[in-house]
C-alpha cells in the first residue's frame, strides 16, 4: 500500500522560510517515477509548485515560486522522502501542500495527473 505523509507546515511571517517533508513509502517503482509538490488555496484548485523526477536529473518550479523553492528528495532502505525548502515566503504561497507520487502522463501541474497523493500539511504566511 502507497502512503504519502507530509509535515513541516505552519505559521510564518512574510519573508520566513519554511522545509516541508514528506515521507513515501510502499512504491517501489517511485525510483523511475516522479515526485511533486502542489499547493491549495481556499477556494482555488490545487496545483503544482514544484516537482522532480526520483533519479534527480530533472527538477521544475512554477514560476510563482521559482527561485524561492527547492525541492529535494533522500532516500533510506526503502523509504523516500521528498522535501520542500521554502523561502523569502509570500502571503500567496498560504495554502495546504500537498506530496504526490506516480505521474500518469500529460500535464505535471495538475492535480488528476498523479495518482499517489498525502494528506497535506498547512502553511500560512502573514504579514
Known amino acids: 500500500q502507497v502512503q504519502l505523509a507530509e509535515s513541516g507546515g505552519g505559521s510564518v511571517q512574510v519573508g520566513g522560510s519554511l522545509k516541508l517533508s514528506c515521507v513515501i513509502s510502499g512504491y517501489p517503482d517511485i525510483l523511475y517515477d516522479f515526485m511533486g509538490w502542489f499547493r491549495q488555496a481556499p477556494g482555488k484548485e490545487r496545483q503544482g509548485v514544484a516537482v522532480?523526477?526520483?533519479?534527480?536529473?530533472?527538477?521544475?518550479?512554477s514560476d510563482s515560486v521559482k527561485g524561492r523553492f527547492t525541492i529535494s528528495h533522500s532516500q533510506d532502505n526503502d523509504k523516500h522522502m521528498a522535501f520542500l525548502q521554502m523561502n523569502n515566503l509570500k502571503s500567496e504561497d498560504t495554502g495546504m501542500y500537498y506530496c504526490?507520487?506516480?505521474?500518469?502522463?500529460?500535464?505535471?501541474?495538475?492535480?488528476?495527473?498523479?495518482?499517489?497523493w498525502g494528506q497535506g500539511t498547512q502553511v500560512t504566511v502573514s504579514s
Open positions: 504526490a507520487t506516480a505521474f500518469r502522463g500529460g500535464n505535471i501541474w495538475i492535480r488528476r495527473t498523479w495518482a499517489y
Open positions: 522532480m523526477s526520483t533519479d534527480g536529473a530533472s527538477t521544475d518550479y
